[in-house]
């Protein structure tokens, strides 16, 4: 039987900082990377590698897609193919600062962001603190939003692969690495983990595990855990849209502050945000556990790029008793969107809405945005959505359309749905380990952080906590 001194299941930010910490701090520790997914190399979503219209879910003829799906496994995680926004800031990005103080958090933060440049990351970074930025946000306030203000680092989807494969060279010939491997289920001996069993039924023992699944392996996580009798706590589940114009409507926005993050309540009760905007990008499909859902990325090289911008619009649902299950109602949710397309996405003109009116091809392709993600159905968002929703999505783009004048346009394009599943909050104590002693979870998928620069800061964190304790 194999035996390490670390087991990190899922090689996301998360877990792959949370490697690189140890390997750095002790040269000599036996550690285990496991993942579902592919390796750098390997990882190819056949929507984009073959220029077919739909996700080939349980289709052969696409070994990128199995064991997990390549757009949201494999090293690197779902932000491997994300454009690569690092957030230098505490403000926003997850919960972490419930757990450690603001100040240790964005030390953390600068920590991953050096470990980046270390790796290829280009020096360039905005400043959120300009006049311009200082009108935009005056225009904002006028109208009921919130800018949220914070350093980011855009590295591109080309550059951050370029570093996430340096990383993993740097890495491999310290950190074992086994991809392409589901995990069962963990070992656990009079409240202390011992291991985890592997699908095939393999056991490897560990002195620590640690688990980073993201968001994909919320689910399993959660049964995991809860067939060990530990709690969780429900975070919110946001449930939108993605949304592309033309790059000159955001021209003011891209320029000064790369990503604008807004946030909006409606007249309903619920909280609006604006999040992941990609300048030049394009919007793509997720296949998370089956559902296809839609997100967005652009590139650092603005040759690879288009004409288009793309930002998500997000809702927060929160719910109560009975129901604690937020995270199979965004499932459902999109679901529906997926039955509407045919097992793709839908695509809405925002005038179309407006209008109470579904989309067709022929209003797509005489509108001024042609969309980027060229195999989206036109289609009826709102028999998708729910009607608060709905209603909270057009009333945070009238209050966007004061501070980019044309977001609200006919011709503004709305792709749905999107959904981030936060999944629910195991309970931890302030180092992330469980009531299972040397059992630790972290990142997005254990409800704990939303975002690559958050994620890479837990992982260092776990890893030094392992180190202190002596307990390798």
């Known amino acids: 039987m194999l035996k390490y001194d670390v087991v990190i299941v899922g090689a996301g930010p998360m877990g792959i900082y949370c490697a690189y910490e140890l390997m750095i701090k002790n040269p000599k520790i036996q550690v285990l990377l496991v993942d579902k997914g592919h390796d750098i190399y390997n990882r190819r979503c056949p929507i984009l590698e073959h220029k077919i219209d739909k996700c080939p879910v349980d289709k052969s003829g696409y070994s990128g897609c199995k064991p997990g799906c390549s757009m949201t496994t494999g090293f690197g995680g779902a932000g491997a193919y994300s454009d690569g926004k690092y957030n230098i800031t505490n403000e926003f990005g997850g919960w972490l600062n419930e757990y450690m103080s603001s100040e240790e958090l964005l030390d953390l933060i600068k920590y991953v962001d050096k470990i980046n440049l270390d790796h290829g990351a280009n020096v360039e970074i905005t400043d959120p603190y300009t ?14 939003l919130k800018l949220l203000r914070g350093k980011v680092r855009h590295l591109g989807t080309e550059e951050n692969l370029q570093i996430l494969k340096n990383l993993y060279e740097h890495m491999k010939d310290n950190i074992n690495y ?3 491997t589901k995990v069962d289920e963990i070992i656990v001996e009079d409240d202390i983990c011992k291991g985890i069993i592997l699908a095939n039924g393999e056991k490897i023992e560990a002195n620590n595990v640690v688990l980073g699944v993201g968001r994909e392996g919320s689910e399993w996580l959660e049964k995991v855990l809860m067939k060990h009798k530990i709690t969780f706590k429900n975070n919110p589940v946001d449930i939108g849209v993605r949304v592309e114009t033309n790059d000159i409507v955001m021209e003011e926005i891209n320029k000064n502050l790369y990503e604008g993050k807004f946030v909006f309540q409606s007249s309903v009760g619920t909280t609006v945000r604006t999040f992941c905007a990609n300048p030049s990008g394009h919007v793509v499909v997720e296949n998370q556990n089956g559902t296809i859902i839609c997100n967005g990325h652009s590139f650092r090289d603005l040759r690879l790029g288009t004409h288009n911008t793309n930002f998500a619009l997000l809702v927060s649902h929160e719910f109560r008793e009975p129901f604690n299950n937020p995270n199979q109602f965004a499932h459902s949710v999109a679901q529906l969107a997926n039955m509407l397309s045919d097992g793709g996405v839908l695509v809405q003109r925002y005038g179309d809405i407006v209008r109470g009116r579904r989309s067709t091809a022929k209003r797509i392709r005489e509108g001024f945005v042609q969309p980027t993600l060229t195999e989206a159905v036109p289609g009826d968002l709102q028999l998708a959505l729910p009607y608060n929703t709905m209603k909270s999505l057009m009333e945070m783009m009238e209050a966007l359309n004061h501070v980019t004048p044309g977001i609200a346009s006919d011709h503004t394009l709305f792709y749905g749905v999107e959904a ?5 909050r195991p309970e931890v104590d302030n180092n992330f380990e469980t009531k299972i002693k040397n059992l630790f979870v972290g990142g ?8 690559l620069a958050q994620a890479g800061a837990n992982g260092v964190h776990i890893a030094r906590t392992i180190i202190k304790k002596n307990i390798i």
């Open 131 to 144: 006049e311009e930025v200082r009108n935009i946000e005056k225009r904002a306030i006028a109208v009921g």
């Open 444 to 451: 997005d998928g254990a409800g704990l952080t939303r975002g």
């Open 420 to 424: 981030k599943f936060y999944s629910a």
């Open 178 to 180: 086994m991809f392409t």
